[in-house]
């Protein structure tokens, strides 16, 4: 009887473990960006910092516009970490806001990673913000309607943590009930007869 109960509290710990595990590592972070300067002049030069790319392919910068020329590109070593890199503002960039697009493609040419976008206001002449309200910059008209191709294929890793997430909550469930089953309140004594 004793055996039956750790073996049931034991499985219910597991189921736990591995239910936790998946619900971390489901609310892994999405890569960011942020700049050492929200406000900039054209042709000088930003400071990118990246963090939570996962992905070990280069990161390329582009201005504006996904399949603009890459105005520098730098190397992630895939773990997450914060890596900074600098790249120049174009010369001929005109007062507005801007959107920078930090993307990774694997060796295919496919995306690996969904790309990021961070904002960049240039500045007019002597460092005035462009005007409140004025449109951002103007887009490609010959722009591409899908930005990245979507890619619903599923790797068996997360194929293998789904299913084993839930195989433990089903474990947990089947622990939890046979416990409770076991625990039934002792049968009345009969009533010993007066003689």
């Known amino acids: 009887m004793h055996v039956r109960k750790w073996l049931i509290g034991g499985l219910g710990a597991i189921a736990a473990a591995v239910v936790t595990t998946a619900s971390a590592w489901a609310c892994v972070s999405?890569?960011?960006?942020?700049?050492?300067?929200?406000?900039?002049?054209?042709?000088?030069?930003?400071t990118a910092n990246m963090r939570d790319f996962r992905k070990a392919d280069p990161v390329q910068v582009r201005w504006n516009d996904l399949s603009a020329p890459v105005l520098a590109s730098f190397e992630s070593n895939g773990t997450g970490t914060?890596?900074?890199?600098?790249?120049?503002?174009p010369e001929n960039a005109k007062p507005g806001n801007y959107v920078v697009i930090f993307s990774q493609s694997a060796p295919d040419g496919k995306a690996s990673q969904a790309p990021v976008r961070a904002l960049l206001t240039v500045a007019g002449t002597g460092g005035a913000n462009p005007v409140l309200g004025a449109p951002i910059a103007p887009v490609d008209a010959a722009r591409p309607a899908g930005l990245v191709t979507e890619d619903?294929?599923?790797?068996?890793?997360?194929l293998a943590l789904v299913a084993l997430g839930v195989g433990g909550v089903g474990m947990f469930l089947a622990g939890m009930a046979a416990l409770f089953a076991g625990r039934r309140p002792p049968a009345p004594e009969a009533a010993r007869a007066r003689t």
């Open 30 to 46: 999405g890569p960011s960006v942020t700049f050492n300067t929200a406000t900039i002049k054209p042709g000088e030069t930003v």
């Open 152 to 158: 619903t294929s599923v790797s068996a890793g997360t």
């Open 82 to 89: 914060l890596f900074s890199g600098t790249f120049t503002v």
